[in-house]
């Protein structure tokens, strides 16, 4: 029989063993693949710990080739961008594939990157309303902007009483963090504002956040050392919340 010290040490690591990793589904920018994302991210996994099983990070492939390994989640009319195409080529088969991978997934929360943090707006709005299956319990976008197609669904969003997704963890409802830089120079740091305050409008207090940094258009992490309290508080977010 085992006692005292011992009795401890056996207890903590049998703990460690039931604990099922915390698992991120990550939505790729344009351009290159889900592997280069993952590889991006390496600064936030090692903050989390990936590497002892406690999380696990899936970036998806986005379905659209455009050019070698690159890949997007629509494409846009000639001449436009994604905050002012009043259509996309090809988001309905984006938003199938990623609401059936978070169906089939048992994921935590949700991270998209640019296009991938538009798309990530569209489907958790979509959960929110009832007309999808995402409904993280923590959504980080980054460097997102308006998906100008998608502009009344997050209209309609905004106009939503707070929802009873309540995490059990915090007691708060399914959060978001919203990432945004006014050194960016691909998308408008205001229209990634206008996003996350559909979000809030449509959120129990506190539960969506909007952290500044003065790195620009990045992947917290793609410029080093200096993203680091950045990636830091991202971290700490997704440690609150995915749970």
Known sequence: MLTGRLFAVAFAAAARATVMPRRVLCLQGKGGDGAGMYARLERLRTVLGSTS??????CLDAPHQIGGH???WWINPPGERSYTALSYEGADLSIRQVEGAWGDGGYDA???FSQGA????????????GHGVVRPRAMVLLGAALPK????????LSCLEPTSIVSMATGLQSASLHCL???????????????????????????????WHDSGHVIPGDKGEGDQPTVNEIASFLDAFAR
């Open 53 to 58: 099983g406690e999380w696990t990070f899936d």
């Open 181 to 211: 830089s006014k050194a960016d120079e691909i998308n408008p740091p205001e229209m990634g504002e206008w996003v996350a305050d559909c979000f809030a409008r449509s959120s129990l207090e506190g539960a969506v956040q909007k952290l």
């Open 70 to 72: 690159d890949r997007a």
């Open 118 to 129: 538009m798309l990530a707006a569209v489907v958790g709005a979509r959960g929110r309303l």
């Open 149 to 156: 197609p998608y502009e009344s669904l997050l209209e309609e």
């Open 110 to 112: 949700l991270l998209g």
